[in-house]
């Protein structure tokens, strides 16, 4: 899907950007450009200073050394707004959206479209104004609908919208198809490419590197805060940009599952249904087996996973643990049994963002941790940092707040807090959504290493080469319902992707 670049001098330079924090030297004489009319990508792990580049193009710090030229002039953002009014918009990862205002109202903020002489809203022309940017992603929800009422997917088309309706010249993405279906995702690269021809400067930050080696044009690569390379996608490879980013070469990023694992069922569920959720869904999951979860979004594979946790009320179905018929009623029940849940929603639904490090570990097993009813603090600190290291979360502290730690290391830290209960099943929900390269590889190690220790994990993702990569056998699902079972060697994205959109390949 290349366009060819609009032009060849760059509009917007950054030129040896340095920014410190307290004890932290976070960007070292980095340099950055922007072409009209192209993609250019930035990567890096977490850490290595992305996040701080943007924040200071976006007028959130202001850089210690180094400047900043648009279109020829040396420029000051001292604020968002001003970066807003400069035609500089950035779309973060996590969503910045007012949940209890309508889509209409979030798109335009204070710029609805007023009527008459005394300026009352124009509902009907913000509603006209709301559904174009919509049917770009063939997306046909009523502009009033609120934000609250819509899936995580939907949210973030709603926030690229938004950003488009400012009529930015620079459009800064962030992770944005972490939310996104694999058919949203080419909705959206097929705007950008829209967006392309009509001048506009993206800025296009992702962990799947496939992705940017679909839509970009150059790729810049920073570790460790200092800069390393600006490359033409056409002339380097996955492999050259992972070299750049890790400092060494990652022979393989899933790994490969242990031989001879037992296919002893740990897991069997039978007809399990919540109407207008799912139906009829049956499985038997292995110990140290791990079960791909495959579909698109809205397939109802998020909710079975709740289901089987106690975070959902089943109406009919039957569920047996370690060949034992059991009622899970609620969470903590299931945590009791020794069934986990990662899920797909780290910062609303996993996090403790309030808490260090420790306790976010803890909190699962606290009663065990008490004595006479009260808590150890010795034994609670002692236990978290023995999980730290097995992780190896890098962090000052067990006491530091977990909110500090980068994507990837805080959901280290919440797969610690579910090891600590040694579960027999642990549902892993997008376990990977938004973490760098590096991260993603050591949780595909530590999942290899749990399954081969008899863990029987269930693992729902819309990545596909992650499904296939991680998996020894894929069940899919579609509009509720599992509509096949693939062996390992059976599983191919064509045939998941057959299975999950109901349409035929023909060969």
């Given at each position: 899907m290349h366009i060819p670049v609009a032009s060849e001098t760059p509009?917007?330079?950054m030129r040896s950007i340095g920014k410190r924090f307290p004890g932290v030297h976070a960007l070292d004489d980095v340099s950055f450009d922007l072409v009209p009319g192209e993609v250019h990508a930035l990567v890096g792990e977490n850490g290595a200073g992305k996040s701080t580049l943007m924040k200071v193009l976006s007028g959130v710090y202001r850089p210690d050394e180094g400047e900043i030229w648009l279109r020829g002039k040396q420029i000051q953002i001292r604020n968002p707004r001003q970066a807003l009014e400069?035609?500089?918009?950035?779309?973060?990862?996590e969503l910045n959206l007012f949940k209890n205002l309508t889509i209409a109202e979030n798109l335009f903020g204070g710029q609805m479209p007023r009527r008459g002489f005394l300026g009352f809203e124009?509902?009907?022309?913000?509603?006209?104004?709301?559904?174009?940017?919509?049917?770009k992603f063939e997306l046909p929800l009523d502009p009033f609908t609120l934000v609250r009422n819509l899936s995580l997917a939907q949210q973030q088309v709603v926030e690229i919208s938004k950003a488009l309706a400012r009529n930015a010249n620079v459009l800064i993405l962030d992770e944005p198809t972490s939310s996104l279906t694999e058919h949203e995702s080419e909705l959206l690269f097929k705007n950008i490419a829209q967006l392309k021809q009509e001048g506009l400067g993206i800025i296009y930050i992702s962990h799947r590197l496939e992705e940017i080696f679909e839509i970009g044009d150059r790729v810049t690569v920073l570790r460790d805060g200092r800069y390393v390379d600006t490359r033409p996608i056409s002339t380097t490879s996955i492999d050259a940009v992972i070299r750049m980013m890790v400092g060494r070469k990652l022979e393989d990023l899933y790994g490969q599952p242990a031989a001879g694992r037992s296919v002893e069922p740990i897991l069997e569920v039978e007809g399990l249904t919540i109407p207008d959720r799912f139906s009829d869904v049956s499985f038997t999951l292995g110990k140290g087996e791990i079960l791909g979860m495959a579909g698109l979004i809205g397939a109802g594979r998020t909710d079975v996973g709740q289901a089987i946790f106690g975070a959902r009320s089943l109406q009919s179905g039957s569920v047996r643990l370690a060949g034992n018929e059991v009622k899970i009623t609620s969470p903590g029940h299931a945590i009791s049994l020794g069934v986990a849940y990662l899920s797909e929603n780290r910062q609303d639904d996993s996090i403790f963002d309030n808490m260090d490090v420790c306790r976010n570990i803890t909190v699962s097993r606290l009663s065990y941790l008490s004595q006479r009813g009260m808590l150890s603090p010795k034994r609670e600190l002692d236990w978290s940092e023995n999980y730290i290291k097995l992780l190896n979360i890098p962090t000052p502290s067990a006491r530091q707040k977990i909110i500090k730690l980068s994507g990837g290391n805080q959901q280290k830290t919440i797969l610690a807090r579910w090891?600590?209960?040694?579960?027999k099943v642990l549902i892993v929900d997008e376990p990977t959504r938004g973490i760098d390269v590096g991260a993603k590889m050591e949780i595909y190690m530590l999942l290899h290493r749990l399954a081969a220790q008899g863990v029987?994990?269930?693992?729902?993702s819309s990545e596909l080469p992650e499904v296939l990569g991680m998996s020894d056998k894929i069940i899919v699902m579609r509009e509720g319902r599992i509509t096949g079972e693939l062996s390992r060697a059976e599983a191919s994205e064509e045939r998941v992707m057959s299975l999950a959109a109901a349409h035929e390949i023909v060969s």
């Open positions: 509009f917007l330079e400069l035609g500089i918009s950035i779309v973060h990862q124009d509902r009907q022309a913000a509603a006209r104004r709301a559904r174009e940017y919509l049917q090891l600590a209960i040694q579960p029987g994990i269930l693992l729902i």
